[in-house]
């Protein structure tokens, strides 16, 4: 009897044991690739290319559904850019409050903006942002194109900064992570842990550059790309369908055999993503639904429907695992576990995972207070995780900017 009773605990143990292996191991890895990217970005940021004797031509394209609130500030900080060659476009895409009619004021204050605007209605295979940017393609002359958000606000020489670095670089798409601005608490917690934190401890950034890495990342609030190579690669046409439009449309410049680069832009343009906790939600639950369809679209290629799901289900099996003894497993065990060896490996857990992000938010100038909320945070991506898979059971639909979308 006395068997039956300690197996379970011995279980226990020894998961929790494996747990607290497998968070070491992760950390250490995490780290080292921490301090790879973080010497990366800060090797291009100050990279010294061929002197430029003549700036190109730049089209500055903007699409805007319901920005009255940025709109202004946005335009005119792209007005006021220190480059000498340069046209900006804004799409008004069937605002309904009042965006247009700002973008009409500042028409006659800014001779050079020229504004288009567009009745809202889509074509069948199109999300909204990528026919916006579709369109404003269309009409733009310049030899690169900055696709950016309205909801950005640019420092003064951000246009020049990205066009030298692109050209340093030697690459067709430059994407840049702006400064997050966060006012409520739910930006606090989630944006700068999902914008700035999880890339830069994730993703090489040294391998996307160099076009070894199978994993890409871009940001739509900074898009950059050599037009002649935009249109070669099927430019927003090419990704009309797509949830997440940036992602899609870095990995098809890399399917042409285009190079890329991710750098950091937190002193080019600042941007504040959401404004409520709500925004918060649907903004990421649309990205991580996007995220599960692309998930899902590679595997179905790659194998019968049943191989797939077996795949994707064992997939996410490990991860769950790895996410949970990073961010939960040590919590509880600080606070639950009755022995002290694992009370330890917990606390030094924490306090590594604490002070990369600190180290994060040192490097990009976060507030310090941020950093005693990764734990919330990373509670609150799976939150976002757990109701996007949800939704994808359910087969309910997408709705963004008062659009509906089928997965």
Not at 262 to 290: I, P, Q
Not at 316 to 333: H, Q, R
Request: net charge positive.
């Amino acid at each position: 009897m006395p068997f039956v009773h300690r197996s379970p605990r011995r279980v226990r143990d020894c998961l929790a044991l494996l747990s607290h292996l497998t968070a070491i191991g992760l950390l250490s890895f995490l780290s080292a690739r921490l301090a790879s990217n973080l010497r990366f970005l800060r090797s291009v940021r100050y990279v010294a290319g061929p002197p430029i004797r003549e700036w190109p031509r730049v089209s500055v394209l903007v699409p805007a559904r319901n920005e009255v609130k940025t709109i202004s500030q946005c335009v005119t900080s792209l007005l006021h850019q220190h480059y000498p060659d340069m046209e900006l476009l804004v799409l008004d895409d069937g605002s309904s409050d009042g965006t247009g009619q700002v973008l009409d004021a500042l028409t006659h204050e800014y001779p050079r903006l020229t504004v288009i605007h567009a009745d809202g209605a889509l074509p069948a295979g199109w999300n909204g942002k990528s026919y916006a940017c579709h369109r404003l393609a269309a009409l733009a002359t310049g030899d690169w194109l900055l696709f950016t958000d309205a909801d950005t606000i640019h420092s003064p020489e951000s246009l020049r900064r990205g066009v030298a670095q692109a050209i340093s670089l030697d690459v067709a798409l430059l994407s840049a992570f702006p400064y997050q601005r966060t006012l409520t608490w739910s930006e606090r917690i989630i944006v700068s842990f999902i914008m700035d934190f999880l890339p830069l401890i994730t993703l090489d950034l040294r391998a996307v550059w160099r076009g070894s890495s199978r994993r890409i990342l871009a940001n739509g609030q900074y898009l950059l790309v050599h037009a002649r190579s935009y249109r070669a690669a099927g430019g927003h046409g090419a990704i009309a369908s797509a949830l997440i439009d940036d992602f899609a449309l870095a990995r098809r410049f890399r399917a042409a055999g285009y190079r890329i680069a991710l750098v950091d832009g937190t002193s080019l343009l600042e941007c504040r993503m959401y404004r409520a906790f709500r925004e918060v939600w649907e903004g990421y639950s649309k990205n991580l639904l996007g995220a599960l369809s692309l998930s899902g679209t590679r595997t179905s290629r790659a194998a019968s429907p049943l191989r797939g799901r077996l795949a994707m289900l064992a997939g996410a099996s490990l991860f769950a695992w790895c996410y949970a003894s990073l961010f939960v497993v040590p919590f509880y065990a600080l606070l639950c576990d009755r022995l002290k060896r694992l009370k330890l490996l917990a606390g030094i857990e924490i306090g590594w995972m604490l002070l990369m992000r600190a180290l994060v938010g040192w490097r990009i100038r976060r507030s310090p207070a941020e950093m005693l909320t990764t734990p919330l945070a990373a509670w609150g991506v799976m939150a976002l995780s757990m109701g996007a898979l949800y939704r994808r059971w359910r087969k309910r639909p997408v709705v963004w900017k008062g659009r509906i979308y089928a997965r």
